[in-house]
């Protein structure tokens, strides 16, 4: 089950969003849902750190690293950052 929020908001930008909404096919929670998402998303610094790591370990492991090598250099690096 999802939790509502009531959330205050000039009328004339209640139009715009739901003219957008419609124009996009959603529906005016659907769109809210997105964008806080997306906002919730785009803020979270340990998430966007974890998705780093595992694109660089993708790399090393596409150029023939082996996953004892990528946590080794992962550690020496952690290692020397502090």
């Known amino acids: 089950m999802s939790d509502q929020l ?10 715009e969003l739901e003219r957008l909404s419609r124009a996009e096919g959603k529906t005016t929670s659907k769109m809210v849902r997105e964008l806080i998402r997306d ?11 974890d998705g780093l790591w595992d694109r660089i370990g993708a790399k090393l492991k596409a150029r023939g690293a082996r996953p004892a090598e990528v946590a080794k250099a992962v550690g020496e690096v952690r290692k020397d950052s502090r």
Not at 6 to 15: C, F, G, N, Q
Not at 42 to 49: E, K, L, M, P
């Open 39 to 49: 906002y919730v998303k785009q803020r979270d610094v340990g998430a966007y750190i």
């Open 6 to 15: 009531l959330v205050r908001i000039d009328p004339a930008l209640k139009k």
